[in-house]
Structure formats: C-alpha cells, structure tokens
C-alpha cells in the first residue's frame, strides 16, 4: 500500500520561512496528484490550505503556498506566525476515488 | 452556506453497532462526494471512504474495507458511517467532509465515539 511520508516535526522562528514536504514512498508526486494542504490544531476540524498543487482556499493568507518541488509536493509558510503552530497534512489523490492522508506534520513556531 | 452537521458522541461497548451520520446543507449534496476520515487520539487523520449521494458508488480504503460501511440518503441529504461490530481500537473522532476538485472544502464538527467495557 502506497504510503505518503510528511517530516514528523518542524520548527521555524517568528517571521521566518518553513517548506513542509509531502512525498510518496514509491515514486514522485506530480500535479497529477492534485495535492491539498489541511492546517488543523487541537480539538478543532481540519481546515482547508491549499487545492490542486498551488490553489488557495477561501481566507487562506497569502503568506501560505503550495507547489512541486522536486518530487515531492510542498507547503510554504512565508512569515510564519505564531498561530500556524498547528498540524499539517497533506493528501495526494491516487485515483479511482481513493485519497490517502500524509502523516502529518507538527509545526512548532518559537 | 454549506455546512455539514454531524451526530452527537457516542459510547458503546465493543461488539454493539453504531451509525453515525452528517447531514449537508447549502449545496446540492447529489453533486458532491463525501468522505469520512478517522483521527484516533493523539494521531492523525486517516481517509476511511468515500460516497457519491447522487447514485450511492462508495470508495473504501484498503484499510478500512470490510471494517465499516458508507451509505447515503440523498433524499435528507445524509451520509452515514456504520459499524456492525465496534472494537475499543474503533475509538476516535470520526470527521465527514466534502470533496471538491480532488480536494477537501468543508469539513463537519466531528463526532467522538468511544468504545469501553
């Protein structure tokens, strides 16, 4: 079964720049994918980042983006804030109706 | 607005059923897929399923295939998550949320099901 691998933990200082990556464990992640970022924080829902690859959802600041580096999909936060500590996950569409969720990654912002 | 409304917490004993529910509305909940997605405590989010109201095709992770069903109701514009047999390691909060462009734009409250002896 295909696995879809987030680093476990990142920190990044106030006013600074973190790319969190989302990749596959067998092979590369392309547009194909159609890519999508969730911020979510304790006890509350998932909310929605980023769709297919770069597309900002409705009232995401624009300091958050989305794009392919390498091979690999990836969630940029410019300008981090102290409230984007939160948990990100990524999900990566693998046809025929299936999505598979990243682990997540925890992002520490001190 | 769209909004997706789940049932109420739930405690069970392992072996009980359940089915807990998310209703749609705002939108024309035929023309949108709904997914259920699995968040034990402490962990992260797990994609269970999927469902198409409109015509009832439901999608299953390989994990969770044969563990739960998904169903729909589209006439109160309803999706359903079922168990027949609860398990304590069936103990999480459950989320439904609605896809859009191979994505994930609206999301329901959760609902917490705990399963204890």
């Known amino acids: 079964q295909t696995v879809v691998t987030q680093e476990p933990s990142f920190s990044v200082s106030p006013g600074g720049t973190v790319t969190l990556t989302c990749g596959l464990s067998s092979g590369s992640v392309s547009t194909s994918y159609y890519p999508s970022w969730y911020q979510q924080t304790p006890g509350q829902a998932p909310r929605t980042l980023i769709y297919t690859t770069n597309t900002r959802s409705s009232g995401v600041p624009d300091r958050f983006s989305g794009s392919i580096l390498g091979n690999k999909a990836a969630l940029t936060i410019t300008g981090a804030q102290a409230d984007d500590e939160s948990d990100y996950y990524c999900v990566l569409y693998m046809g025929r109706g299936i999505s598979v969720f990243g682990g997540g990654t925890k992002l520490t912002v001190l | 607005e769209v909004q997706l409304v789940q049932s109420g917490p739930e405690v069970k004993k392992p072996g009980e059923s359940l089915k807990i529910s998310c209703k749609g509305s705002g939108f024309s909940f035929t023309n949108n897929w709904i997914a259920w997605v699995r968040q034990m405590p402490g962990k992260g989010l797990e994609w269970m399923g999927i469902?198409?109201?409109?015509?009832?095709?439901?999608r299953y992770s390989p994990s969770f295939q044969g563990q739960v069903s998904i169903s729909a109701d589209r006439s109160i514009s309803t999706a359903y998550l079922q168990w027949s047999s609860l398990k304590a390691s069936d103990t999480a909060f459950y989320y439904c949320?609605?896809?859009?462009?191979?994505?994930?734009?609206?999301w329901g409250q959760g609902t917490l099901v705990t399963v204890s002896s």
């Open positions: 949320a609605r896809r859009e462009k191979y994505a994930y734009d609206y």
């Open positions: 469902i198409n109201p409109g015509d009832s095709d439901t």
